[in-house]
């Protein structure tokens, strides 16, 4: 059933793309999302040990349980190797210089630190950094493969905290500093994010959250996720099994006025061997009418395994995700991720 699904999807979406020309823009240098993008963004009823703080920081969850006390530390060296290529041949702003200077090579050696979590009996704490912005005119007017253009301009740090409420209530508070660079300096904004996490049985997860951006980044996670600011979007998820996930997000739900009124997302996730999961997510913008279809792939840690009926306390160590987006022509994306964990 699992593979006719995938196969049947490719062959709906795929066939109208031979006919008409393809954008192709890349995400590579490093990103938690690739997972959330693959499953439609649908990813507000999803626990997850990083990326879910990202949407719902009442989903952010490093252990099944509370009752031990543990941190990890989140390492991507793909992003500091691609810094120091490219900005040996260009500077932060993407001008031809080439040279690397000292500001330049700390740089890129710091993004090789992604983040951080530590949970106690009673919250979870994280921290992600160099999150990149994927914003829609500025990257699919770039085709660089393995590039840190987009991430050296623009990109948003957050910090998050869930506390358990009841074994099946979770709160999350989450702050995110959004990033512009030019002319040598950054330019910080601040957002927040507020989220709710409800387990009403083992088999269904509920959430629901409130997305507020800054105003000189409004669209930061609009152009593949359809977040707007002031916007609770609230989202359910389904196991039939340990192997199976089904999630639905319904975004904006308190404005009417907004591009994205109950405008919905959809999502599947299905896991092989213990050590594999196969992706695809579907959603149509409300504005334009577009249809946006996403498929992906993810390994996962081989020295854990998930617990039953849940997503947490694990991330992908590799994930690669592949999104076309329909604007009277066809935009496909190209989303990649490393994780490394301690």
Known sequence: ?????????FILYSVPCFARSIETSYVTSGTLRARALAMGSAYYSIEDDFSAGLYNP???????????RRYRIFFNPLTAGVGLYNLNRYDRDYEVDDKLTFGETLWS???????????????????NLNEEIIDHESVIEKKRFFSIEQLSKQSFHSAFVNFKIASTVSFGI???????????????????????M?????KMKVGIAYNYFPASSSDARYG????????????????????????LDLRNLNKEDKNTAREIHTGFERKFFDRFALRSGYYRKKSTKDDVISFGIGILPKWEKLSKYATSSRN??????????????????HVFSLL???
Do not use: C, Q
């Open 109 to 127: 050696i710091a993004t090789v630190f992604k983040g951080a979590v530590y949970t106690t009996p009673v919250v979870d704490i994280g921290v």
């Open 174 to 196: 989450a702050g995110s500093l959004y990033n512009t660079y030019s002319n040598d300096k950054n330019n910080y904004k601040a957002g927040h994010t507020f989220g709710v």
């Open 198 to 202: 409800l387990n009403p049985n083992p």
């Open 58 to 68: 009442g989903a952010f969850k490093i252990n099944a349980t509370r009752s031990e």
């Open 224 to 247: 593949l996720e359809s977040l707007e600011n002031e916007t609770v979007t609230s989202g359910v998820s389904y196991y039939p099994d340990n192997k199976t996930v089904l999630s």
């Open 340 to 342: 490394l964990r301690y």
């Open 1 to 9: 059933m699992t593979r006719l699904y995938f196969v049947l999807l």
């Open 316 to 333: 992908d160590i590799l994930s690669y995700t592949v999104i076309f987006e329909e604007n009277g022509y066809k935009n496909r994306w």
